[in-house]
Protein backbone atom coordinates (compact mmCIF):
# COMPACT_ATOMS: atom_id res chain seq x y z
CA UNK A 1 0.00 0.00 0.00
CA UNK A 2 0.95 3.59 -0.53
CA UNK A 3 1.84 6.23 2.48
CA UNK A 4 -0.53 7.46 4.40
CA UNK A 5 1.84 10.23 4.87
CA UNK A 6 0.62 12.77 1.85
CA UNK A 7 -2.12 11.25 -0.35
CA UNK A 8 -2.44 13.77 -2.50
CA UNK A 9 -0.13 14.39 -5.84
CA UNK A 10 1.70 17.42 -5.30
CA UNK A 11 3.42 18.77 -2.22
CA UNK A 12 1.86 20.83 0.11
CA UNK A 13 3.17 24.63 0.33
CA UNK A 14 5.21 24.37 3.77
CA UNK A 15 6.65 21.07 2.70
CA UNK A 16 8.10 22.31 -0.92
CA UNK A 17 11.54 21.03 -1.55
CA UNK A 18 12.39 23.67 -2.99
CA UNK A 19 12.55 26.01 -0.10
CA UNK A 20 15.74 24.48 0.65
CA UNK A 21 16.62 24.75 -2.95
CA UNK A 22 14.85 28.52 -3.72
CA UNK A 23 18.08 30.11 -4.72
CA UNK A 24 18.51 27.97 -7.77
CA UNK A 25 14.74 27.34 -8.83
CA UNK A 26 14.50 27.83 -12.49
CA UNK A 27 11.49 29.76 -12.24
CA UNK A 28 13.33 32.78 -10.87
CA UNK A 29 16.55 33.00 -12.04
CA UNK A 30 18.45 32.61 -15.79
CA UNK A 31 19.66 29.12 -16.56
CA UNK A 32 22.54 28.16 -17.57
CA UNK A 33 22.50 26.99 -21.15
CA UNK A 34 24.59 23.63 -21.26
CA UNK A 35 27.58 24.33 -23.39
CA UNK A 36 26.52 21.44 -25.50
CA UNK A 37 23.53 23.86 -26.93
CA UNK A 38 24.79 27.07 -26.06
CA UNK A 39 27.74 26.12 -28.65
CA UNK A 40 25.54 24.83 -31.49
CA UNK A 41 22.87 27.44 -30.85
CA UNK A 42 24.19 30.44 -28.95
CA UNK A 43 20.89 31.61 -26.80
CA UNK A 44 20.82 35.43 -27.51
CA UNK A 45 17.81 36.26 -24.63
CA UNK A 46 16.63 39.32 -26.40
CA UNK A 47 16.98 38.21 -30.26
CA UNK A 48 13.80 37.22 -31.89
CA UNK A 49 14.20 33.37 -32.58
CA UNK A 50 13.26 33.45 -36.47
CA UNK A 51 16.01 36.43 -36.84
CA UNK A 52 19.26 34.50 -38.02
CA UNK A 53 21.43 37.78 -36.19
CA UNK A 54 20.37 41.08 -35.25
CA UNK A 55 24.42 41.96 -34.70
CA UNK A 56 24.65 43.31 -38.05
CA UNK A 57 21.77 45.56 -37.75
CA UNK A 58 22.55 49.24 -36.71
CA UNK A 59 19.63 50.27 -34.55
CA UNK A 60 20.27 54.18 -34.55
CA UNK A 61 19.72 54.03 -38.36
CA UNK A 62 16.20 55.62 -38.39
CA UNK A 63 15.11 52.96 -41.24
CA UNK A 64 16.51 49.79 -39.35
CA UNK A 65 12.91 48.11 -39.73
CA UNK A 66 12.20 48.67 -43.11
CA UNK A 67 15.66 47.58 -43.89
CA UNK A 68 15.18 44.53 -41.70
CA UNK A 69 11.43 43.82 -42.91
CA UNK A 70 12.94 43.95 -46.33
CA UNK A 71 15.63 41.37 -45.50
CA UNK A 72 12.46 39.40 -44.15
CA UNK A 73 10.56 39.38 -47.14
CA UNK A 74 14.09 38.47 -49.15
CA UNK A 75 14.60 35.38 -46.57
CA UNK A 76 10.56 34.08 -46.96
CA UNK A 77 10.25 34.85 -50.84
CA UNK A 78 9.44 31.15 -51.86
CA UNK A 79 11.16 30.07 -54.48
CA UNK A 80 8.97 29.34 -57.93
CA UNK A 81 9.44 27.68 -61.21
CA UNK A 82 9.54 31.33 -63.02
CA UNK A 83 12.69 32.38 -61.36
CA UNK A 84 14.47 29.47 -63.48
CA UNK A 85 12.17 29.55 -66.15
CA UNK A 86 10.63 33.18 -66.60
CA UNK A 87 8.73 32.18 -69.66
CA UNK A 88 6.95 28.88 -67.46
CA UNK A 89 3.16 29.90 -68.50
CA UNK A 90 0.44 29.36 -66.10
CA UNK A 91 -2.87 28.28 -66.90
CA UNK A 92 -6.43 28.51 -65.01
CA UNK A 93 -6.34 26.35 -61.46
CA UNK A 94 -8.02 23.08 -61.99
CA UNK A 95 -8.87 22.26 -58.87
CA UNK A 96 -12.22 23.23 -57.79
CA UNK A 97 -14.03 23.69 -54.43
CA UNK A 98 -17.50 21.42 -54.60
CA UNK A 99 -19.20 24.93 -53.36
CA UNK A 100 -18.53 27.85 -55.51
CA UNK A 101 -20.70 30.10 -55.51
CA UNK A 102 -21.07 32.58 -52.60
CA UNK A 103 -24.06 34.04 -50.95
CA UNK A 104 -25.48 36.59 -52.23
CA UNK A 105 -25.58 38.09 -49.15
CA UNK A 106 -21.24 38.34 -49.05
CA UNK A 107 -21.64 40.58 -52.23
CA UNK A 108 -24.64 42.65 -51.24
CA UNK A 109 -26.60 43.90 -55.17
CA UNK A 110 -24.01 42.40 -57.03
CA UNK A 111 -23.47 38.83 -57.35
CA UNK A 112 -19.94 37.62 -58.70
CA UNK A 113 -19.32 35.80 -61.87
CA UNK A 114 -18.81 31.81 -61.09
CA UNK A 115 -15.64 32.19 -62.76
CA UNK A 116 -14.91 34.90 -60.58
CA UNK A 117 -15.65 33.29 -57.24
CA UNK A 118 -13.06 30.15 -56.14
CA UNK A 119 -12.21 30.54 -52.95
CA UNK A 120 -8.94 30.83 -54.14
CA UNK A 121 -5.49 32.31 -51.90
CA UNK A 122 -4.22 35.59 -53.07
CA UNK A 123 -0.29 35.10 -53.98
CA UNK A 124 0.02 38.22 -51.67
CA UNK A 125 -2.21 36.89 -48.70
CA UNK A 126 0.37 36.69 -45.47
CA UNK A 127 0.53 35.05 -42.29
CA UNK A 128 1.41 37.07 -39.44
CA UNK A 129 4.09 35.08 -37.84
CA UNK A 130 4.81 36.91 -34.54
CA UNK A 131 1.79 37.66 -32.76
CA UNK A 132 2.37 39.52 -29.36
CA UNK A 133 3.19 42.83 -28.86
CA UNK A 134 5.65 42.62 -25.85
CA UNK A 135 5.97 46.17 -24.31
CA UNK A 136 9.44 45.25 -22.47
CA UNK A 137 12.37 42.97 -22.91
CA UNK A 138 11.86 41.23 -19.56
CA UNK A 139 8.19 40.68 -19.91
CA UNK A 140 8.11 36.85 -19.91
CA UNK A 141 9.17 34.95 -23.07
CA UNK A 142 9.91 37.89 -24.71
CA UNK A 143 11.53 38.02 -28.67
CA UNK A 144 12.79 41.00 -29.25
CA UNK A 145 14.50 42.05 -32.60
CA UNK A 146 15.83 45.45 -31.22
CA UNK A 147 17.32 46.11 -27.66
CA UNK A 148 13.72 48.69 -27.22
CA UNK A 149 12.27 45.57 -28.27
CA UNK A 150 9.90 47.67 -31.08
CA UNK A 151 7.11 46.20 -32.74
CA UNK A 152 8.16 44.77 -35.89
CA UNK A 153 6.17 42.75 -38.27
CA UNK A 154 7.07 39.45 -39.56
CA UNK A 155 4.81 37.99 -41.85
CA UNK A 156 5.22 34.38 -43.96
CA UNK A 157 3.43 33.17 -47.08
CA UNK A 158 -0.09 32.16 -46.81
CA UNK A 159 -0.79 28.40 -48.14
CA UNK A 160 -3.50 27.55 -50.18
CA UNK A 161 -4.92 26.70 -53.32
CA UNK A 162 -3.33 29.39 -56.25
CA UNK A 163 -6.20 30.70 -58.97
CA UNK A 164 -3.36 30.24 -61.70
CA UNK A 165 -1.07 26.66 -61.93
CA UNK A 166 2.24 26.25 -63.07
CA UNK A 167 1.99 22.51 -64.10
CA UNK A 168 -0.63 21.17 -66.53
CA UNK A 169 -2.29 17.76 -64.67
CA UNK A 170 -1.96 15.50 -67.21
CA UNK A 171 2.01 16.12 -67.69
CA UNK A 172 2.66 15.87 -64.29
CA UNK A 173 4.26 12.36 -62.57
CA UNK A 174 4.37 13.03 -59.11
CA UNK A 175 5.95 10.74 -56.44
CA UNK A 176 5.92 10.60 -52.81
CA UNK A 177 8.93 9.77 -50.41
CA UNK A 178 8.59 9.15 -46.10
CA UNK A 179 11.86 9.24 -44.69
CA UNK A 180 13.21 9.26 -41.48
CA UNK A 181 12.03 7.59 -38.48
CA UNK A 182 8.29 6.66 -37.84
CA UNK A 183 5.71 9.00 -37.08
CA UNK A 184 1.70 9.02 -36.55
CA UNK A 185 -0.20 10.68 -39.41
CA UNK A 186 2.74 9.70 -42.23
CA UNK A 187 0.15 7.59 -43.90
CA UNK A 188 -2.90 9.94 -43.17
CA UNK A 189 -0.04 12.49 -45.03
CA UNK A 190 0.06 10.54 -47.93
CA UNK A 191 -3.36 9.84 -48.16
CA UNK A 192 -4.52 13.23 -48.77
CA UNK A 193 -1.75 14.09 -51.12
CA UNK A 194 -2.84 11.40 -53.11
CA UNK A 195 -6.50 12.62 -53.12
CA UNK A 196 -5.73 16.39 -54.00
CA UNK A 197 -3.56 15.17 -56.57
CA UNK A 198 -6.00 13.63 -58.62
CA UNK A 199 -8.82 16.42 -58.07
CA UNK A 200 -6.17 18.87 -60.00
CA UNK A 201 -6.77 16.30 -62.69
CA UNK A 202 -2.85 13.95 -61.98
CA UNK A 203 -2.80 10.30 -62.98
CA UNK A 204 0.51 9.29 -62.50
CA UNK A 205 1.14 9.10 -58.39
CA UNK A 206 3.64 6.69 -57.23
CA UNK A 207 5.30 6.10 -54.01
CA UNK A 208 8.68 5.34 -53.99
CA UNK A 209 9.71 2.86 -50.70
CA UNK A 210 11.54 3.19 -47.84
CA UNK A 211 12.64 6.70 -48.46
CA UNK A 212 15.37 8.29 -50.00
CA UNK A 213 16.88 4.57 -50.11
CA UNK A 214 14.04 3.83 -52.72
CA UNK A 215 15.91 5.98 -55.39
CA UNK A 216 18.94 3.99 -55.50
CA UNK A 217 18.22 0.52 -54.40
CA UNK A 218 17.21 -1.95 -57.26
CA UNK A 219 15.58 -4.02 -55.46
CA UNK A 220 13.08 -1.40 -54.63
CA UNK A 221 10.37 -0.08 -57.13
CA UNK A 222 7.56 2.52 -57.65
CA UNK A 223 4.55 2.05 -55.75
CA UNK A 224 1.46 3.21 -58.41
CA UNK A 225 -0.61 4.71 -55.80
CA UNK A 226 -4.37 6.12 -56.36
CA UNK A 227 -7.24 6.98 -54.22
CA UNK A 228 -8.43 3.28 -54.09
CA UNK A 229 -4.86 2.66 -52.77
CA UNK A 230 -4.99 4.88 -49.95
CA UNK A 231 -8.57 4.79 -49.21
CA UNK A 232 -8.22 3.29 -45.75
CA UNK A 233 -4.42 3.60 -45.29
CA UNK A 234 -4.76 6.32 -42.65
CA UNK A 235 -6.63 3.46 -40.30
CA UNK A 236 -3.03 2.63 -39.18
CA UNK A 237 0.08 3.64 -37.92
CA UNK A 238 3.40 3.61 -40.04
CA UNK A 239 3.93 4.24 -43.90
CA UNK A 240 2.11 2.78 -46.33
CA UNK A 241 5.65 3.36 -48.04
CA UNK A 242 8.13 2.43 -45.90
CA UNK A 243 10.89 4.73 -44.03
CA UNK A 244 14.63 4.57 -43.92
CA UNK A 245 17.77 6.35 -42.92
CA UNK A 246 20.56 7.23 -44.88
CA UNK A 247 21.05 6.22 -48.92
CA UNK A 248 21.95 8.18 -51.45
CA UNK A 249 23.37 10.85 -52.14
CA UNK A 250 21.74 13.66 -53.63
CA UNK A 251 23.07 13.30 -57.10
CA UNK A 252 21.80 10.02 -57.56
CA UNK A 253 18.43 11.03 -56.36
CA UNK A 254 17.94 13.40 -59.21
CA UNK A 255 19.34 10.96 -61.60
CA UNK A 256 16.25 9.05 -60.81
CA UNK A 257 14.12 11.49 -60.71
CA UNK A 258 14.93 12.11 -64.34
CA UNK A 259 14.81 8.92 -65.37
CA UNK A 260 11.76 8.05 -63.64
CA UNK A 261 10.39 11.24 -65.14
CA UNK A 262 9.30 12.50 -61.94
CA UNK A 263 8.23 16.27 -61.63
CA UNK A 264 6.69 16.39 -58.39
CA UNK A 265 8.24 15.14 -55.20
CA UNK A 266 6.36 15.11 -52.12
CA UNK A 267 8.87 14.61 -49.14
CA UNK A 268 7.57 13.90 -45.49
CA UNK A 269 10.41 14.21 -43.12
CA UNK A 270 12.18 15.72 -40.75
CA UNK A 271 15.10 18.09 -40.16
CA UNK A 272 17.44 15.64 -42.11
CA UNK A 273 15.28 15.18 -44.58
CA UNK A 274 14.10 18.47 -45.13
CA UNK A 275 18.20 19.63 -45.78
CA UNK A 276 17.86 16.50 -48.44
CA UNK A 277 15.17 17.81 -49.88
CA UNK A 278 16.48 21.57 -50.40
CA UNK A 279 20.01 19.76 -51.47
CA UNK A 280 17.44 18.17 -54.25
CA UNK A 281 15.72 21.31 -55.11
CA UNK A 282 19.14 23.00 -55.60
CA UNK A 283 20.41 20.28 -58.12
CA UNK A 284 17.69 20.29 -60.02
CA UNK A 285 17.73 24.04 -60.42
CA UNK A 286 20.93 23.77 -61.53
CA UNK A 287 20.15 20.83 -63.89
CA UNK A 288 17.66 23.17 -64.81
CA UNK A 289 14.56 21.02 -64.81
CA UNK A 290 10.61 21.95 -64.24
CA UNK A 291 10.54 20.17 -60.69
CA UNK A 292 8.60 20.46 -57.48
CA UNK A 293 10.08 19.57 -54.06
CA UNK A 294 7.66 20.24 -51.71
CA UNK A 295 8.04 19.11 -47.86
CA UNK A 296 5.66 17.90 -45.23
CA UNK A 297 7.35 18.36 -41.61
CA UNK A 298 7.03 14.97 -39.92
CA UNK A 299 8.89 14.67 -36.67
CA UNK A 300 7.38 13.70 -33.07
CA UNK A 301 9.78 15.32 -31.99
CA UNK A 302 8.06 18.40 -32.81
CA UNK A 303 11.56 20.14 -33.23
CA UNK A 304 11.13 21.97 -36.76
CA UNK A 305 11.31 25.93 -36.59
CA UNK A 306 8.62 28.39 -36.35
CA UNK A 307 5.99 25.92 -36.58
CA UNK A 308 3.16 25.76 -34.25
CA UNK A 309 3.69 22.07 -34.33
CA UNK A 310 4.41 18.77 -36.39
CA UNK A 311 2.41 16.51 -36.83
CA UNK A 312 2.31 13.33 -34.95
CA UNK A 313 3.23 14.89 -31.98
CA UNK A 314 -0.53 15.57 -30.69
CA UNK A 315 -0.84 11.51 -31.16
CA UNK A 316 2.18 11.29 -29.11
CA UNK A 317 1.75 13.46 -26.03
CA UNK A 318 -1.55 11.19 -26.50
CA UNK A 319 0.05 8.04 -26.11
CA UNK A 320 2.48 8.97 -23.71
CA UNK A 321 -0.10 8.95 -21.28
CA UNK A 322 -1.11 5.78 -20.94
CA UNK A 323 2.83 4.87 -19.68
CA UNK A 324 2.76 7.58 -17.69
CA UNK A 325 -0.46 6.47 -15.93
CA UNK A 326 0.95 3.14 -16.15
CA UNK A 327 4.44 4.28 -14.36
CA UNK A 328 2.02 6.45 -11.71
CA UNK A 329 -0.25 3.33 -11.20
CA UNK A 330 2.75 1.11 -10.50
CA UNK A 331 4.46 3.85 -8.45
CA UNK A 332 1.66 4.80 -6.36
CA UNK A 333 0.87 0.99 -5.57
CA UNK A 334 4.17 -0.14 -4.37
CA UNK A 335 6.04 0.66 -0.92
CA UNK A 336 8.48 3.61 -2.17
CA UNK A 337 7.28 3.20 -5.29
CA UNK A 338 9.18 5.15 -7.98
CA UNK A 339 8.48 4.86 -11.91
CA UNK A 340 10.25 5.81 -14.79
CA UNK A 341 8.98 6.96 -17.96
CA UNK A 342 11.47 7.27 -20.80
CA UNK A 343 10.01 9.57 -24.26
CA UNK A 344 11.47 10.39 -27.36
CA UNK A 345 13.18 13.76 -27.53
CA UNK A 346 16.75 13.47 -29.44
CA UNK A 347 17.66 17.52 -29.14
CA UNK A 348 14.36 18.81 -27.87
CA UNK A 349 12.27 17.90 -24.97
CA UNK A 350 8.89 18.54 -26.37
CA UNK A 351 6.68 15.45 -25.78
CA UNK A 352 8.13 14.96 -22.63
CA UNK A 353 7.03 18.53 -21.57
CA UNK A 354 4.36 18.35 -23.04
CA UNK A 355 3.41 14.68 -21.34
CA UNK A 356 4.35 15.86 -18.17
CA UNK A 357 1.64 18.98 -18.22
CA UNK A 358 -1.06 16.59 -19.91
CA UNK A 359 -0.33 13.63 -16.94
CA UNK A 360 -0.94 15.83 -13.71
CA UNK A 361 1.47 12.40 -12.25
CA UNK A 362 4.73 13.81 -12.78
CA UNK A 363 6.92 14.92 -10.27
CA UNK A 364 10.11 15.36 -12.21
CA UNK A 365 10.56 16.31 -15.73
CA UNK A 366 13.76 15.43 -17.58
CA UNK A 367 14.70 17.22 -20.59
CA UNK A 368 18.08 18.01 -23.13
CA UNK A 369 17.75 21.52 -23.01
CA UNK A 370 17.66 21.98 -19.10
CA UNK A 371 21.07 20.74 -17.42
CA UNK A 372 20.24 18.54 -13.77
CA UNK A 373 22.71 16.00 -11.69
CA UNK A 374 21.93 13.13 -10.44
CA UNK A 375 24.10 12.22 -7.29
CA UNK A 376 24.71 15.06 -5.33
CA UNK A 377 22.90 17.48 -2.92
CA UNK A 378 20.78 18.92 -5.42
CA UNK A 379 21.03 16.31 -7.52
CA UNK A 380 17.24 14.14 -8.94
CA UNK A 381 18.19 11.42 -6.43
CA UNK A 382 18.28 13.51 -3.16
CA UNK A 383 14.85 15.35 -4.29
CA UNK A 384 13.38 11.31 -5.29
CA UNK A 385 14.62 10.69 -1.30
CA UNK A 386 12.46 13.72 -0.17
CA UNK A 387 9.79 12.84 -2.35
CA UNK A 388 9.36 9.39 -1.22
CA UNK A 389 9.76 10.52 2.45
CA UNK A 390 6.58 12.80 2.13
CA UNK A 391 4.70 11.36 -0.01
CA UNK A 392 5.26 7.43 -0.55
CA UNK A 393 5.94 7.19 -4.42
CA UNK A 394 7.55 9.72 -7.34
CA UNK A 395 7.24 9.79 -11.28
CA UNK A 396 9.95 10.44 -13.38
CA UNK A 397 9.60 11.60 -17.27
CA UNK A 398 12.26 11.70 -19.21
CA UNK A 399 13.17 12.61 -22.60
CA UNK A 400 15.44 10.41 -24.44
CA UNK A 401 18.02 13.19 -24.80
CA UNK A 402 18.10 14.44 -21.35
CA UNK A 403 21.58 14.06 -19.44
CA UNK A 404 24.00 12.91 -21.81
CA UNK A 405 26.20 14.34 -20.67
CA UNK A 406 25.96 12.33 -17.39
CA UNK A 407 26.48 8.71 -20.15
CA UNK A 408 29.99 7.41 -21.28
CA UNK A 409 29.87 9.17 -25.20
CA UNK A 410 29.66 6.04 -28.06
CA UNK A 411 30.67 8.37 -30.86
CA UNK A 412 28.15 6.12 -32.47
CA UNK A 413 25.80 7.08 -35.39
CA UNK A 414 22.69 6.12 -37.11
CA UNK A 415 22.92 5.56 -40.64
CA UNK A 416 21.60 9.60 -42.12
CA UNK A 417 24.48 10.68 -38.66
CA UNK A 418 22.63 11.67 -35.99
CA UNK A 419 24.32 10.57 -32.99
CA UNK A 420 23.49 7.56 -30.80
CA UNK A 421 22.34 7.86 -27.26
CA UNK A 422 23.00 6.19 -24.53
CA UNK A 423 19.55 4.87 -22.70
CA UNK A 424 19.23 7.94 -19.88
CA UNK A 425 16.19 5.90 -18.97
CA UNK A 426 18.22 2.44 -17.91
CA UNK A 427 20.97 4.84 -16.26
CA UNK A 428 18.43 6.90 -13.92
CA UNK A 429 16.60 3.19 -12.93
CA UNK A 430 19.98 1.86 -12.23
CA UNK A 431 21.14 4.93 -10.09
CA UNK A 432 18.19 4.94 -8.51
CA UNK A 433 18.08 1.28 -7.41
CA UNK A 434 21.70 1.53 -6.32
CA UNK A 435 21.12 4.90 -4.72
CA UNK A 436 18.33 4.19 -1.93
CA UNK A 437 20.33 0.67 -1.62
CA UNK A 438 23.22 2.79 -0.26
CA UNK A 439 21.09 4.71 2.20
CA UNK A 440 19.59 2.15 3.32
CA UNK A 441 15.61 3.24 1.80
CA UNK A 442 13.57 0.83 0.15
CA UNK A 443 12.78 1.48 -2.90
CA UNK A 444 10.83 0.17 -5.69
CA UNK A 445 12.02 1.03 -9.28
CA UNK A 446 9.55 0.45 -12.68
CA UNK A 447 11.09 1.79 -16.02
CA UNK A 448 8.94 1.90 -18.70
CA UNK A 449 9.84 2.87 -22.37
CA UNK A 450 6.87 2.93 -24.84
CA UNK A 451 8.88 5.25 -27.29
CA UNK A 452 8.20 2.79 -30.06
CA UNK A 453 4.51 1.67 -29.31
CA UNK A 454 4.27 5.78 -29.43
CA UNK A 455 5.48 6.35 -32.36
CA UNK A 456 3.34 3.09 -34.41
CA UNK A 457 0.68 4.47 -32.93
CA UNK A 458 -2.50 5.77 -35.77
CA UNK A 459 -2.98 9.92 -36.23
CA UNK A 460 -5.34 10.69 -33.15
CA UNK A 461 -8.14 12.66 -34.50
CA UNK A 462 -6.97 16.28 -34.00
CA UNK A 463 -3.80 15.02 -35.82
CA UNK A 464 -5.79 13.44 -38.80
CA UNK A 465 -7.30 17.02 -39.00
CA UNK A 466 -3.93 18.46 -39.41
CA UNK A 467 -2.43 15.93 -41.33
CA UNK A 468 -5.32 16.12 -44.06
CA UNK A 469 -4.23 20.29 -43.87
CA UNK A 470 -0.64 20.15 -44.55
CA UNK A 471 -1.36 17.08 -47.35
CA UNK A 472 -3.76 19.28 -49.05
CA UNK A 473 -1.42 22.46 -49.06
CA UNK A 474 1.48 20.37 -50.13
CA UNK A 475 -0.31 19.97 -53.39
CA UNK A 476 -1.07 23.15 -54.16
CA UNK A 477 1.78 24.59 -53.25
CA UNK A 478 3.39 22.11 -55.85
CA UNK A 479 0.96 23.17 -58.14
CA UNK A 480 1.45 27.32 -57.59
CA UNK A 481 4.28 26.58 -59.02
CA UNK A 482 6.97 26.81 -55.49
CA UNK A 483 9.87 24.13 -55.37
CA UNK A 484 12.07 23.99 -52.49
CA UNK A 485 9.38 24.72 -49.71
CA UNK A 486 7.68 23.03 -46.63
CA UNK A 487 4.17 23.82 -45.15
CA UNK A 488 3.03 24.08 -41.03
CA UNK A 489 0.81 25.52 -39.02
CA UNK A 490 1.73 29.14 -37.96
CA UNK A 491 -0.60 30.93 -35.37
CA UNK A 492 -2.79 28.70 -36.13
CA UNK A 493 -3.05 29.44 -39.83
CA UNK A 494 -0.98 28.16 -43.21
CA UNK A 495 1.82 28.77 -44.10
CA UNK A 496 4.55 27.92 -46.85
CA UNK A 497 8.40 28.84 -45.66
CA UNK A 498 11.64 28.24 -47.67
CA UNK A 499 12.98 25.11 -46.52
CA UNK A 500 16.30 26.79 -45.25
CA UNK A 501 14.43 29.16 -43.13
CA UNK A 502 13.04 26.18 -40.66
CA UNK A 503 16.00 23.47 -40.02
CA UNK A 504 18.88 25.87 -39.97
CA UNK A 505 18.90 24.30 -35.99
CA UNK A 506 16.38 21.90 -34.11
CA UNK A 507 13.63 23.98 -32.37
CA UNK A 508 14.63 23.35 -28.76
CA UNK A 509 12.65 24.10 -25.38
CA UNK A 510 13.18 27.66 -24.35
CA UNK A 511 14.06 26.59 -20.70
CA UNK A 512 13.23 30.48 -20.11
CA UNK A 513 9.71 29.97 -21.81
CA UNK A 514 6.49 30.30 -20.37
CA UNK A 515 5.43 26.80 -21.04
CA UNK A 516 8.68 25.46 -19.20
CA UNK A 517 8.09 27.27 -16.31
CA UNK A 518 4.14 25.91 -16.49
CA UNK A 519 5.60 22.29 -16.27
CA UNK A 520 7.82 23.14 -13.21
CA UNK A 521 4.73 24.91 -11.94
CA UNK A 522 2.56 21.62 -12.58
CA UNK A 523 5.48 19.27 -11.37
CA UNK A 524 6.90 21.19 -8.65
CA UNK A 525 10.47 19.70 -9.27
CA UNK A 526 13.32 22.36 -7.95
CA UNK A 527 16.32 22.87 -10.03
CA UNK A 528 18.61 20.01 -10.25
CA UNK A 529 21.90 22.14 -10.74
N1 LIG B 1 22.23 17.23 -44.31
C1 LIG B 1 21.62 16.33 -45.10
N2 LIG B 1 21.65 16.49 -46.44
C2 LIG B 1 21.03 15.60 -47.25
N3 LIG B 1 20.33 14.53 -46.81
C3 LIG B 1 20.26 14.33 -45.49
C4 LIG B 1 20.90 15.22 -44.57
N4 LIG B 1 20.66 14.76 -43.32
C5 LIG B 1 19.93 13.64 -43.46
N5 LIG B 1 19.68 13.39 -44.75
C6 LIG B 1 18.90 12.27 -45.27
O1 LIG B 1 17.55 12.44 -44.86
C7 LIG B 1 16.97 11.20 -44.49
C8 LIG B 1 16.35 11.27 -43.14
O2 LIG B 1 17.23 11.86 -42.17
P1 LIG B 1 17.12 11.55 -40.63
O3 LIG B 1 17.98 12.50 -39.91
O4 LIG B 1 17.35 10.10 -40.39
O5 LIG B 1 15.59 11.77 -40.27
P2 LIG B 1 14.69 13.07 -40.18
O6 LIG B 1 14.57 13.65 -41.50
O7 LIG B 1 13.41 12.55 -39.68
O8 LIG B 1 15.37 13.98 -39.22
C9 LIG B 1 18.08 10.16 -44.59
O9 LIG B 1 17.85 9.39 -45.74
C10 LIG B 1 19.35 10.96 -44.65
O10 LIG B 1 20.32 10.35 -45.45
O1 LIG C 1 15.46 4.20 -33.62
P1 LIG C 1 15.28 5.16 -34.71
O2 LIG C 1 14.42 4.70 -35.79
O3 LIG C 1 16.57 5.68 -35.21
O4 LIG C 1 14.50 6.40 -34.12
C1 LIG C 1 14.82 7.04 -32.94
C2 LIG C 1 14.72 8.50 -33.08
O5 LIG C 1 13.63 8.95 -33.79
C3 LIG C 1 13.17 10.17 -33.25
O6 LIG C 1 11.84 9.99 -32.93
C4 LIG C 1 13.30 11.31 -34.18
O7 LIG C 1 13.35 10.84 -35.45
P2 LIG C 1 12.97 11.73 -36.69
O8 LIG C 1 13.85 12.92 -36.68
O9 LIG C 1 13.16 10.83 -37.84
O10 LIG C 1 11.52 12.10 -36.50
C5 LIG C 1 14.02 10.48 -32.05
O11 LIG C 1 13.30 10.95 -30.97
C6 LIG C 1 14.68 9.18 -31.79
O12 LIG C 1 15.98 9.39 -31.39
MG1 LIG D 1 15.68 14.14 -37.17
Known amino acids: MMSSIITLHGLPASNRYCDAFSHSNPRFMTMAVPSRIAGVFPKVKSQS?????TAAIDFSDPDWKTKFNDEFEDRFRLPHVTDIFPDAASIPSTFCHNVRTPRASDFPGNYPLDEDWHGYINENDRVLLKTIYYSSPTSAGAECIDPGCNWVEQWVHRAGPRGKIYFKPEEVKAAIVTCGGLCPGLNDVIRQIVITLEIY??????GIPFGYRGFSDPELTEVP????????????????????RGGP???????????????????????????????????????????????????????????????????????AQRAINSAYIEAHSAYHGIGIVK???????????????ASGQ?????????????????GVLSYLKFLIEIKGSAVVCVAEGAGQNLLKKTNATDASGNTTFRDIGVYIQQETKKYFKEIGVHSDVKYID???????CRANASDGIFCTVLGQNAVHGAFAGYSGITVGACNTHYAYFPIPEVISHP???????????????????????
Not at 201 to 206: A, N, S, Y
Not at 362 to 378: T, W
Not at 450 to 456: L, V
Open 49 to 53: SNSKS
Open 201 to 206: GVTKIV
Open 225 to 244: LSRRVVQNIHLSGGSLLGVS
Open 249 to 319: GVSEIVDSLEEKGINMLFVLGGNGTHAGANAIHNECRKRRLKVSIIGVPKTIDNDILLMDKTFGFDTAVEE
Open 343 to 357: LMGRDSGFIAMHASL
Open 362 to 378: IDICLIPEVPFNLHGPR
Open 450 to 456: PTYMIRA
Open 507 to 529: KLVDSNSRMWHRCLTATGQPDFI
